[in-house]
């Protein structure tokens, strides 16, 4: 059974860093795209993030450039979000995803499987 289960989200002061996992169970993320994605209060779900399975490149939805990085260990079968320089306007249930496409930052409709998503708060 396909699952993905995210970790790591909480409490974080404005202008500080959390690091989101997500671990995938009953297959093997060598070869897929995976993203990050996020849904704030009153919002639609975004794409944040998402990084090639067939070349390792990486495509960041504007908000976040140069503050998230996304990465992946597939010897662990774990994604990875760091999250640095965070703003009240992060705060979201964020949720990793294997996507259809990672040409650019994730589109909603590229989803294929996701987690149940982690509680991210930004605030002082």
């Known amino acids: 059974q396909v699952q993905l289960v995210e970790s790591g989200g909480g409490l974080v002061q404005p202008g500080g860093s959390l690091r989101l996992s997500c671990v995938a169970t009953?297959?093997?993320?060598?070869?897929?795209?995976i993203g990050w994605y996020r849904q704030a209060p009153g919002k639609d779900r975004e794409g944040v993030a998402c990084i090639s399975g067939t070349d390792g490149s990486t495509h960041y939805t504007d908000s976040v450039k140069s503050r998230f990085a996304i990465s992946r260990d597939n010897a662990e079968n774990t994604m990875y979000l760091q999250m640095n320089t965070q703003e009240p306007e992060d705060t979201a249930v964020y949720y990793c995803a294997t996507v259809r496409s990672c040409a650019g930052p994730p589109n909603d409709y590229d989803m294929d499987n996701w987690g149940k998503g982690d509680l991210v708060i930004v605030s002082s």
């Open positions: 009953g297959f093997t993320i060598d070869n897929y795209h």
